[in-house]
């Protein structure tokens, strides 16, 4: 079974592999029309044939798309992450450029030989390329393909931006009618953040609160959750039930979170003289989930189980923990073999009538 971050990193690259077959299909039926029942390229001379073409061009494009995506997902977008928006794509896009080029230039070399049934370095097969790398026919595609990259960078960069899974519930029109359904609500608050922001400064506590984000993204992904909100120095994170609840994601997503800031206590300590540290509520209900918003579109959760969450996390100082969680999350858990559980009793929640008993968990075994 695939990881978490095996699935993602798959999600993420297929549609650079789509994107490049749909234009692909699209350019051999525009090429069929312009050329009809041609059986040689006006411009240079070389060979056309279209069941041919209606099979390689699409393929080629879509293990070009491919390649492309996981070159993006595994290192450009990595190495261009500080640039703007607009100057990671057009830089991304002269370097794909420049190498989608060089792979035309030996795929037309291959196609000629096998089309001229001659040796790879048969003279007549390079003069049929360079014809073709020469003329105006090869300009035009140059132009096609620039369009195609910059229309999968502009995907890649608005997924990374709003989110994949949002974007992806987007075009499927998942949440266009609004539906009911039951999720698991993370509140994590970094703790003293004010104060921290006061000591540190406001540029400084930003770049502070930037790495914090990326050293907590990773746990989120491993373990199966869906960022709902940024919040200033919150991020809630949700769950659908059955991923939340599968070998208890949700509580193992905020011990792993702890380890990741751990992990680069000397980082933090050198470059910002400190640890941050949060806290976290947990609680599950029913939310109604749907699109909404005119100027700017969002895909929100209402329902009470949310204010719970909050309220939750907010009685972590009080109660001097760092987690926790509504009773009834917790009957639907299975805890037993590597968490040691404290109950706190019933306890009222602000702005709420009913008492709700709350616990919190230690590891006492390895997760």
Not at 325 to 331: M, P, Q, R, Y
Request: proline share 2%; hydrophobic share 45%; net charge positive.
């Amino acid at each position: 079974m695939l990881s978490p971050n095996v699935r993602r990193s798959i999600n993420r690259i297929l549609p650079f592999g789509i994107i490049w077959l749909i234009f692909g299909i699209i350019y051999t039926q525009v090429e069929k029309g312009l050329l009809s029942e041609l059986l040689h390229y006006p411009a240079t001379g070389n060979p056309y044939n279209f069941a041919r073409n209606a099979i390689y061009t699409p393929v080629s494009a879509m293990i070009t798309g491919l390649f492309l995506g996981a070159l993006e997902i595994a290192y450009f977008n990595k190495i261009f992450k500080q640039k703007s928006f607009g100057k990671r794509i057009f830089l991304k896009s002269i370097l794909y450029l420049v190498f989608i080029i060089v792979f035309l230039f030996v795929l037309t070399a291959i196609v000629n030989a096998i089309e001229l049934q001659s040796g790879f370095f048969d003279r007549s097969v390079w003069r049929n390329v360079f014809s073709f790398f020469t003329s105006y026919a090869f300009f035009s595609i140059g132009l096609y393909m620039a369009a195609i990259i910059i229309v999968s960078q502009f995907y890649n960069e608005v997924s990374e931006n709003i989110g994949q899974g949002v974007l992806n519930n987007f075009f499927l029109g998942t949440y266009n009618t609004a539906i009911e359904e039951e999720r698991i609500f993370m509140f994590l608050d970094m703790r003293s953040s004010t104060t921290i922001a006061e000591s540190l400064g406001h540029v400084k506590y930003f770049n502070m609160l930037r790495d914090y984000y990326i050293d907590l993204s990773e746990p989120i992904i491993r373990f199966s959750g869906e960022v709902y909100q940024y919040a200033g120095d919150e991020i809630i994170v949700s769950w659908q039930m059955t991923k939340g609840l599968r070998d208890n994601n949700c509580i193992r997503c905020f011990f792993a979170m702890k380890e990741s800031l751990e992990k680069r206590r000397l980082h933090y300590q050198d470059t910002y003289g400190l640890l941050p540290g949060f806290k976290a509520g947990f609680h599950y209900g029913a939310v109604t989930t749907g699109e909404i918003g005119v100027i700017k579109k969002e895909i929100i959760f209402t329902g009470d189980v949310l204010n719970t969450s909050a309220r939750i996390q907010g009685l972590c100082n009080q109660y001097g923990v760092d987690l926790l969680l509504s009773g009834d999350l917790l009957k639907k858990l299975d805890l037993t073999k590597h968490f040691q559980v404290k109950s706190f009793g019933d306890a009222a929640l602000k702005g709420k009538d009913l008492k709700i008993e709350l616990f919190t968990l230690s590891v006492n075994s390895s997760i």
